[in-house]
């Protein structure tokens, strides 16, 4: 170990409690060998940073995972094995399997069981999913190219860290699996609220379902998309400008929920950017399948990479445009693109899409019903990332010793 993880490891350790030890990854997990091309007795499970170990659906194509080559076979996990990922343990890939039946994954995965079963588990997979470890697997993996950066099984077994009494390692796992549990039903709720969100908007944007004091009232125009909205040519060139207004690149937009992360200052730019004003629709064309949208309450410029939408005045509202250009069928027809490596959404083909488009009235009634949802969707968005964040501090906090439980 170098004298920089060294010193590392001495800052994060330095007050550990007296009855607590040090011990090598490699002396609390055995790897586990066995292999299988079974995949009907095992079903074919992969790692998901966010999501853990998850089945394939049907339609994945399993000769893309990686297998052993000599005996074309997966790894097999039992429930509660570790499986990890070498190329993506740096951002996070490591998992307890939560399946109660063994299944099959990628050879090129780590599959790990503990050798002592005294130990808690569920603690392990706590400390070794803590943002600490995290940046520790960064800071170990090699490899000639950053892209292909790894942390071998080698390296992982040589990890130290600290571990307490069996009876402390179930409290502080039972104390975190009820921060877990909360989070869970947090996410749950978001999800929910998502979905009722895309079926509001797939009944409601296409008139299936319309409001009652609207149900007698003629049917809706179809018109062109280019006869509802217009797309602004107003460019800003930050080395003849002195105007320093906030600049919208690609990154600040947060995909599939048009929340904006935040800005940079236009005279710091050297590329020419479009200008918007408050109330315009954002569109990020390049790579329309991220699903980039935003509607600023500012005036400002945007990436060059980013259509800048009105709605025509006496036929689209800004703020049901807004929602428009969310749509399932909007979103499809965004991504009948141009360029391969770097696809970009088309205007011309976008411009003679149709849609179905009710009176300004009907328009902005459904956009406020809509945006109520997101409020919800936002309020129920903050009070997940605050449980994240409480429960990554009390983890910092448990995992070395500073806060000790009662048993």
């Not at 609390?28 to 079974?38: A, C, G, M, P, Y």
């Amino acid at each position: 170990m170098t004298l920089r993880l060294n010193t590392f490891y001495k800052n994060r350790y330095k007050n550990l409690p007296k009855d607590w030890a040090f011990i090598r990854l490699g002396d609390l997990f055995i790897e586990r060998k066995e292999k299988s091309t079974d995949i009907t007795q095992y079903p074919l499970h992969s790692l998901l940073i966010d999501g853990g170990i998850v089945q394939k659906e049907e339609r994945y194509e399993r000769s893309f995972l990686q297998k052993d080559k000599e005996n074309n076979e997966y790894r097999l996990v039992y429930p509660d094995d570790i499986v990890f990922n070498p190329m993506n343990l740096r951002f996070g890939a490591i998992a307890k399997s939560n399946v109660q039946f063994t299944v099959a994954v990628s050879a090129y995965y780590n599959v790990l069981s503990l050798k002592n079963k005294t130990n808690d588990i569920d603690f392990l997979i706590e400390l070794l999913q803590s943002d600490f470890m995290v940046d520790l697997y960064d800071r170990l993996s090699i490899g000639s190219l950053i892209e292909k950066r790894r942390v071998h099984l080698s390296i992982f077994n040589d990890i130290i860290i600290p571990l307490p009494p069996e009876k402390e390692q179930r409290k502080i796992s039972k104390i975190l699996g009820a921060w877990s549990n909360a989070i869970n039903y947090s996410e749950n709720l978001v999800y929910a609220k998502q979905e009722l969100k895309r079926g509001l908007m797939q009944q409601l944007l296409t008139g299936n379902v319309r409001f009652k004091e609207y149900s007698l009232s003629k049917e809706w125009d179809t018109l062109e998309f280019e006869k509802i909205a217009t797309k602004s040519s107003k460019k800003f060139d930050p080395q003849s400008s002195t105007e320093n207004l906030p600049c919208i690149e690609l990154e600040h937009i947060e995909q599939e929920t048009g929340r904006l992360l935040g800005h940079v200052s236009a005279l710091e730019q050297k590329s020419i950017k479009n200008r918007f004003v408050a109330g315009q629709v954002l569109f990020g064309k390049l790579r329309p399948y991220l699903k980039k949208y935003t509607k600023p309450d500012f005036d400002g410029v945007c990436s060059s990479e980013v259509w800048v939408l009105s709605g025509r005045q006496g036929v689209c509202n800004n703020n049901f445009l807004f929602y428009l250009v969310q749509s399932h069928r909007f979103i499809s027809i965004s991504n009948v693109s141009s360029g391969s490596k770097m696809p970009r959404a088309d205007w011309d083909y976008v411009a003679e899409s149709v849609y179905p488009i009710p009176s300004l009235p009907e328009q902005i009634k459904i956009a406020h019903l809509l945006e109520l949802v997101d409020k919800s969707i936002l309020l129920l968005t903050e009070k997940l990332n605050n449980l994240r964040k409480q429960k990554a501090g009390l983890i910092q906090k448990l995992l070395v010793g500073q806060i000790r439980v009662k048993i």
